[in-house]
């Protein structure tokens, strides 16, 4: 996409910038409300710059339309739902009642929700991504509570081919480094690596953390391999074609987005000239407004440490599900349903991850935890249950003894450090306050 230079005048000029509007005081009188007390429209409870500054030339873009949206949802319900020659008689609705049921909720998020963190191009975008995430998470909690059984025989009404066992496929069998073994690993999978890592570059936007948690993942495969067979590859395709190649080309080219989009100033469509520069303008409206550059520092603090070992832990339990999943439930890799998954859980996390991040380095502005990381952690612990719940007998060979040892002593240094860094020197803090208030009592006695 094609995007304005930095010396180009911004959209600064037609929106008031956040320095010329005082903040306002929580609550009231400067007192937090709390419980059905609070005011979730009132300016503190929005987060900057998560706050709307869209262009006024296209205003009606942004209007309201929530009246006139009601009256064509119904009007559509009624014509599909009435008409004979669309739903003829005597046929099976249920599918075109499920239909109807998720269209009228995600119109309902579209119109109702929250604005999130992000504006292009529309926040109604991101509502309706909000409302997919809900609807996802609905569906894990009815499956929650159903057998392994007959959730494959409900995988049917929506892909009659589903409800047949596969075999899974081992990436270990021939582990001689050779060219021709390497040339035969390369598939189709390579570029979905490299497509998973550009995501996930923008999603985390540092390359320290990519780094580490493609190290992790592929410690994870090393991990549960007895379990299932794909995580089974030869430690070239582990380390080379993984990590070297696939993993890193993806993390820098998502990193080279990253530092692009930050060099730029976004301009508003009344200061543009010329057919191609708004067209130029129509196309940036699918790139994002503003840029914020993710610095996590892990080793800043205790709760800087817990966010970055949580966020850690999310995104490796986001990318081993929807292997158990497919593997329970007999599905394909390839198959549309596990790749709208990934899809829509990248499209979840980019909001996710940039609340998380506001929430835990500014917590005067973000006073709670945005909708988008609070329900992306309840559908990933979700996932979790479900997988621990149906694998039940399903994966009888028990954990090696030296997965145990590797985890059981990766638990105590992620332990160890926080104590030795955060919690030894408070505790040395709290011993020279307590011997200068003794220290004081005694003098005062005296």
Same mark, same amino acid.
């Given at each position: 996409m094609i995007l304005s230079s930095p010396t180009e005048e911004s959209d600064s000029a037609v929106s008031p910038t956040a320095d010329e509007v005082p903040? @306002? &005081? @929580?609550? $009231?009188?400067?007192?937090p409300l709390i419980g059905v007390q609070a005011d979730r429209? !009132?300016? =503190?409870?929005?987060? !900057? @710059?998560f706050q709307e500054k869209h262009d006024t030339t296209v205003e009606f873009f942004y209007r309201p339309i929530t009246l006139s949206a009601l009256g064509a949802g119904m009007a +559509? $319900? %009624? =014509? +599909?739902?009435?008409?004979e020659d669309v739903l003829e008689e005597g046929r099976d609705k249920s599918r075109a009642g499920a239909y109807a049921v998720v269209a009228s909720f995600l119109l309902f998020s579209i119109i109702q929700f929250r604005d999130g963190p992000f504006v292009r191009p529309h926040p109604a975008f991101w509502r309706a991504v909000l409302g997919i995430n809900v609807l996802y998470e609905l569906a894990l909690v009815f499956l929650l509570f159903q057998d392994l059984d007959s959730a494959r025989s409900m995988m049917k009404y929506l892909d009659p081919s589903l409800g047949k066992s596969l075999p899974e496929k081992s990436y270990a069998e021939n582990c001689a480094f050779t060219l021709q073994n390497i040339w035969n690993a390369l598939d189709i999978f390579c570029i979905a690596h490299t497509l998973g890592w550009f995501g996930k570059a923008l999603i985390l936007r540092d390359y320290w953390f990519c780094w580490i948690l493609s190290i992790a993942f592929e410690l994870a495969e090393y991990s549960l #391999?007895? #379990? $299932?067979p794909n995580f089974a590859e030869c430690w070239w395709d582990h380390w080379i074609l993984d990590v070297l190649i696939c993993n890193w080309i993806g993390t820098y080219l998502g990193m080279k987005t990253c530092q692009y989009f930050e060099h730029y100033t976004w301009r508003g469509l009344r200061q543009t000239r010329g057919f191609r520069s708004k067209t130029r303008r129509v196309i940036s409206q699918f790139s994002p407004h503003d840029w914020t550059t993710f610095k996590w520092e892990g080793t800043a603090s205790l709760t800087h440490y817990f966010a970055v070992v949580l966020l850690l *832990? +999310?995104?490796? *339990? %986001? !990318?081993l599900n929807p292997f158990y999943l497919k593997a329970l439930l007999w599905m394909e890799p390839d198959h549309p349903i596990v790749i709208a998954r990934l899809a829509g859980v990248f499209l979840c996390a980019l909001p996710a991850v940039r609340e998380l991040y506001q929430y835990v380095n500014d917590p005067r502005k973000a006073v709670r935890m945005g909708q988008h990381v609070w329900m992306m952690l309840a559908t990933i612990g979700t996932e979790l249950l479900v997988i621990t719940k149906w694998s039940r007998g399903q994966f009888p060979e028990p954990l090696p003894a030296r997965v145990k040892w590797a985890w059981s002593l990766g638990a105590f240094l992620l332990v160890l450090y926080p104590t030795l860094q955060f919690g030894v020197p408070t505790a040395r803090r709290y011993l020279r306050r307590q011997q200068r208030v003794l &220290?004081? &009592? *005694?003098?005062s006695q005296m």
């Open positions: 903040e @306002p &005081k @929580p609550g $009231l009188d400067g007192k429209t !009132e300016s =503190y409870t929005r987060i !900057e @710059p +559509v $319900l %009624a =014509y +599909v739902a009435m008409t #391999q007895h #379990q $299932l *832990a +999310v995104f490796l *339990a %986001a !990318e &220290k004081s &009592k *005694a003098v």
